[in-house]
């Protein structure tokens, strides 16, 4: 296997450049250096990312290294990365640790929460035991972070229309959108002066590019279901939400759903999901809330699941076979509104759309039977009476 690349962009200080290949060239794991400068045309740092993440991925490496030149990384900095990485297979990209250079206690860097309007990082002090474990995070600081070139595929290269700021948060954003995992890695530590680029007086245009990259976040995130339900902090493996707090966002999910409140619902029934995969109230919820916003299939697909969980659960049966209806899917339909009825439901819609399924695969008797049950448990139904009335006037 190649050496990986330790893609630095480079912007005029030679001596932090210097600086930083010492530091590689000290690295316990070799890597190699692939510098562009920026000095004479800047492409910008996000397109000078990508120039050496194409290369890597030329090369077929399976990690890259995308570095700052005013970051020193430790001598075991990259083994460490590199072997966190091996660990965690679904983790897409991972930040070390960052402390200041000339003030190594002081941790500048321990993964990173918010990332709108402006990137916030987690810190403390090493002497006092702070970001001393590696944790999920919603998005890691780009001055120093290992990429594995297989997520690239799926979430493709670095957005170029991000000039400077902002691309790493939107790389883990979209990492994080379509299934992989972005996270701190506490093992690994590296130097970064303070009063980089991103912190020290800028002039207008410099300002500009700034500016232009926060709104090309905003535009792109905010507001959006995804920037909701990606800008909370991922649970850390094996420590699922207490209790307790996992029983009152149920209990807000119910009351969103039963209020048609189908955005909030849905948010929430994944949010959920996304720190306890196996609530399978929420499931059910999330199911019919796709049935109700004209998803059916994704509905079927989820609510598959609850009935596969919760063989016996009447509502499950129902809802799948509500979904399945709008799907199309007549035969299947009917085996759930079955299953629904043998479990102990009765309602008037359940029959209503029992007649409807088995009208459609040619059971007309049986179909005005539904109906008129529906009409025994709600006389003045109308949706029964209107069915038994087309039925009765169509071609035979």
């Known amino acids: 296997m190649p050496e990986p690349l330790a893609i630095i962009p480079f912007y005029k200080r030679q001596d932090q450049l210097d600086k930083c290949l010492a530091a590689l060239a000290a690295s316990t794991t070799p890597v190699t250096p692939y510098v562009h400068d920026n000095s004479v045309e800047n492409v910008g740092f996000t397109r000078a990312c990508n120039l050496g993440l194409r290369e890597s991925m030329r090369r077929g490496d399976e990690f890259a290294v995308l570095l700052n030149q005013d970051c020193y990384v430790q001598p075991g900095a990259i083994a460490s990365a590199l072997a966190f990485m091996a660990a ?94 972005v996270w701190y890695c506490a093992e690994a530590t590296v130097l970064h002066e303070t009063g980089g680029v991103s912190s020290k007086q800028q002039s207008i245009e410099q300002l500009s590019h700034f500016n232009a990259d926060q709104l090309r976040f905003r535009d792109k995130w905010i507001g959006s279901m995804g920037w909701e339900l990606l800008k909370q902090p991922p649970s850390p493996p094996g420590r699922p939400p207490p209790p ?61 699941k609850v009935v596969q969980a919760a063989a016996e659960s009447a509502n499950a049966h129902l809802a799948l076979a509500d979904a399945l209806i709008l799907c199309n899917l007549a035969t299947e339909a009917v085996t759930h509104y ?13 029959h209503n759309n029992l007649g409807v399924a088995l009208q459609r695969l040619g059971q007309v008797q049986a179909a005005h039977a539904e109906w008129q049950t529906a009409l025994g448990l709600d006389p003045a139904n109308p949706t029964a009476t209107k069915n038994l009335k087309d039925s009765a006037s169509a071609p035979q």
Not at 267 to 288: E, K, N
Not at 339 to 349: K, Q, S, V
């Open 244 to 304: 307790a707090e996992v029983q009152q966002a149920m209990q807000r999910l119910q009351s969103h759903y039963a209020k048609n409140e189908f955005p909030q619902a849905e948010w929430l029934a994944r949010l959920l999901l996304s720190h306890v995969p196996d609530q399978i109230d929420a499931r059910l919820i999330l199911g019919r809330v796709y049935t109700r916003i004209g998803v059916p299939a994704l509905a079927a697909r989820e609510l598959t």
């Open 88 to 181: 965690h297979p679904r983790c897409a990209v991972c930040g070390p640790k960052q402390v200041i250079a000339d003030k190594p206690d002081v941790i500048i860097h321990g993964g990173c929460t918010d990332a709108f309007p402006t990137g916030k990082h987690i810190t403390g002090h090493v002497s006092a035991g702070d970001c001393a474990v590696s944790l999920p995070m919603p998005w890691v600081n780009g001055a120093c972070m290992v990429v594995r070139t297989a997520a690239l595929y799926d979430t493709g290269l670095m957005d170029e229309g991000y000039f400077l700021i902002a691309s790493d948060s939107d790389f883990c954003f979209t990492a994080r959108q379509r299934g992989w995992e």
């Open 338 to 350: 079955r299953r629904a009825l043998a479990l102990g439901i009765r309602h008037p819609d359940l």
